[in-house]
């Protein structure tokens, strides 16, 4: 059964770089000789980044960034220097399984842990900041999951975001497969406290009943961060409101925002989706698209009617909240908002960076330059986090 992954899907990834992704004003005139801008993992030097997926500063200071191409996670220092790398493909505990379906984070406590979606291990591996490996938490579920994403509390537990395999749903000719997704809260052990939020959102279409789909576009999302360490942010990224839900996953509160509205899915919105499929599908397997990738002919009429307005959602050091706009192949860059715990907007900026993190110390930039080459950048933190987001944007 095909299984979709959890971060960007590989057509997000190609539509990113054909974007002219430079961030020229960071790195030239009289900014660029006051912001320190250090590149990590230049080609052809130890340490090197091929796919760069994410990017984390770490407990110890040091700059951490999963490298999908050889599903390791290397580590940096301040300065730039490489030091070592955690992780890499395999079968055993402490080793990547599945390289396209991994995220990582840090523990309370200062450890590493890395999640992998479907057809991954199902469990969290903990590893010392080193890369030994401290211990697996393996959540108590019967029904075939993958691990998403995960958040550690400071009292040892994990809000996991889990997804699911969902039963496929006959329609005429073809199938619609939902993709069921839940927030939980589990222990330490992995036993599950509470659930907070599930979905089943269709997101993909097949001529069968048992694999060989396509995903289709403009699904709802599924996008929380903490709030508090009481409570979770939480929006589909089709509403202007954000909801505050508790660790029983109650609604306790609603934040309104300025984020623009989501716009309506048009037939020309479907068509130059169905043709960039087509044509993406056609050059990378022609018999595979012959046999099964022509189902996406039969999606004429979209089941959402709005687009997700958001792609992205953060909290930042500070207890604000980052937010990352949908990325349109006709729109330059993308829009990031920072907002106030109010839901206030107090930056806006817009950038071509794929990645955008901030930490206590930089500004984590992931970009691809017009020949495809990734690279992470880190900026040094120089003031508040609306200051150090303006000068990114050169204002």
């Excluded at 790195?27 to 990590?40: D, M, N, P």
């Excluded at 938490?137 to 019967?142: L, N, R, T, Y």
């Excluded at 993958?146 to 039963?167: C, I, M, N, T």
């Excluded at 749903?169 to 199938?175: G, P």
Aim: glycine share 10%; proline share 5%.
């Amino acid at each position: 059964m095909m299984k979709k992954s959890i971060m960007a899907s590989r057509d997000y990834f190609k539509r990113i770089s054909i974007v002219a992704f430079a961030l020229a004003l960071i790195l030239t005139g009289t900014r660029a000789q006051t912001q320190e801008v250090i590149t990590l993992g230049q080609l052809g030097t130890e340490g090197e980044l091929i796919y760069p997926r994410q990017a984390q500063e770490g407990p110890d200071g040091n700059i951490y960034v999963y490298d999908q191409s050889d599903a390791f996670i290397k580590v940096y220092s301040p300065d730039g220097s490489f030091l070592r790398k955690i992780g890499g493909k395999g079968q055993g505990p402490g080793e990547i399984q599945r390289p396209e379906g991994v995220t990582f984070g840090f523990t309370t406590d200062g450890q590493l842990f890395f999640t992998e979606y479907f057809m991954g291990h199902p469990w969290i591996t903990v590893l010392k900041l080193s890369g030994e490996l401290a211990r697996v938490i393996k959540p108590q579920i019967d029904e075939l999951f993958g691990v998403a994403s995960a958040v550690s509390l400071k009292d040892g537990r994990f809000l996991v975001e889990f997804s699911f395999s969902g039963q496929p749903k006959k329609e005429k000719d073809y199938f619609y497969y939902p993709s069921p997704k839940e927030l939980t809260l589990i222990d330490s052990q992995g036993k599950i406290i509470s659930r907070l939020k599930r979905t089943e959102h269709i997101t993909r279409i097949s001529y069968v009943a048992d694999g060989a789909d396509s995903d289709i576009p403009f699904t709802p999302m599924f996008l929380w961060c903490l709030y508090d360490e009481k409570s979770v942010l939480f929006s589909e990224g089709l509403d202007t409101k954000l909801q505050v839900l508790d660790f029983e996953g109650k609604l306790v509160g609603e934040i309104e925002t300025s984020l623009p509205r989501p716009e309506k899915v048009t037939s020309q919105d479907l068509a130059e989706w169905r043709n960039r499929r087509r044509e993406m599908m056609q050059s990378r397997d022609p018999g595979w698209w012959t046999r099964f990738g022509t189902v996406i002919e039969k999606y004429k009429k979209s089941i959402y009617s709005h687009k997700p307005v958001i792609w992205e959602m953060a909290r930042t050091p500070q207890g604000r909240f980052l937010i990352g706009s949908r990325v349109e192949s006709n729109r330059p860059g993308r829009d990031y908002w920072l907002l106030g715990r109010d839901g206030k907007e107090l930056v806006k900026i817009n950038t071509s960076a794929w990645i955008l993190s901030l930490a206590p110390d930089f500004i984590l930039i992931g970009e691809v330059a017009e020949d495809g080459t990734a690279s992470i950048k880190a900026l040094k933190r120089q003031g508040k986090e609306e200051a150090d987001l303006l000068k990114l944007s050169g204002k």
